[in-house]
């Protein structure tokens, strides 16, 4: 199976698709990784539109925890599509039983009325930094940036990203880049608790797992070349974690922003690491 297999769907139905599971699990466990699922979802509310808008935004609640053993459908539902908006909600279904629901909103592209944007920090270019872990969609590279580890308190981190090979749509290239924007941020809040706690204690006698998480997608860009992706860990707390993180392109023009609710708390038992959410 090829890389991008896990953006292509199969129409089983009126606007319902089955997924493709990828060859590995990107986290080792039997668990269908939430940016997967993001990616699918958005994959689909396209498909199912024809990709006559961009995607704006997608908020997705992750309710239940998939395994890659069984079949995987997500089934779209139009609420409005209008000449320069449209919405949809995308739900991830397996075994009957509802995964993770999505709502997708959707617009055309205008031309500017008035432009203005954050700046870009300054950081390492990602030529002169090693290619390193992280989970990433299938095929692609990252390259943390050295700097703080915290500001004001709060872990952060930066990360070149690039997928090499490209993809053919606005909609691939923002599924592709918002699988990375999904696996990092409860270990990146555990960073400065090496005392008291071990990530690779997650799902073993720590009970981690992404609950919602939201991306804007602000202009279009293309995941052949570098992007910037910088995150923090902004709380961390009542054994939740909220995070958030923007992405720019490597000339500093923002295109997109996530944030994202978790649970990190103290398991009652041992867990499966290969099944626990």
């Known amino acids: 199976m090829s890389q991008l297999d896990t953006l292509r769907l199969s129409e089983v139905g009126e606007r319902r698709y089955a997924v493709h599971q990828p060859a590995e699990p990107p986290e080792g466990r039997d668990v269908v990784f939430s940016g997967q699922l993001l990616g699918q979802m958005m994959t689909a509310s396209a498909e199912a539109s ?51 629901r999505a709502v997708v909103l959707m617009n055309t592209v205008d031309g500017d009325l008035i432009r203005h944007g954050p700046r870009m920090p300054d950081v ?33 981190q930066r990360t070149w990203h690039r997928y090499a090979p490209g993809v053919a749509t606005p909609t691939a290239n923002q599924a592709v880049l918002v699988w990375a924007t999904c696996g990092s941020l409860i270990g990146l809040a555990f960073r400065p608790h090496g005392d008291v706690v071990d990530i690779a204690d997650a799902h073993r006698t720590i ?25 923090e860990a902004t709380k961390a707390a009542v054994g939740r974690v909220y995070g958030r993180g923007r992405v720019f392109t490597r000339d500093g023009s923002l295109v997109a922003t996530y944030e994202q609710d978790s ?7 041992s867990l499966d690491a290969s099944r626990s959410l």
Request: charged share 20%; glycine share 10%.
């Open 50 to 100: 024809g990709g006559a808008k961009d995607i704006r935004s997608v908020h997705a609640v992750f309710a239940r925890a998939g395994t890659y053993s069984q079949p995987l459908e997500v089934e779209v539902d139009h609420m409005h599509a209008g000449r320069t908006w449209a919405s949809d909600t995308v739900t991830a279904v397996q075994g009957g039983k509802l995964l993770s």
């Open 124 to 156: 390492t270019e990602p030529e002169a930094l090693e290619p390193g872990p992280g989970l990433a969609f299938p095929g692609a590279e990252l390259r943390a940036v050295p700097g703080e580890a915290t500001v004001e308190g709060v872990p952060v």
């Open 263 to 269: 649970m990190a708390r103290a398991a009652a038992a």
């Open 207 to 231: 009970s981690t797992g992404v609950i919602a998480h939201t991306a804007h997608f602000l202009e279009r860009f293309d995941v052949s070349q570098w992007l910037l992706v910088e995150e």
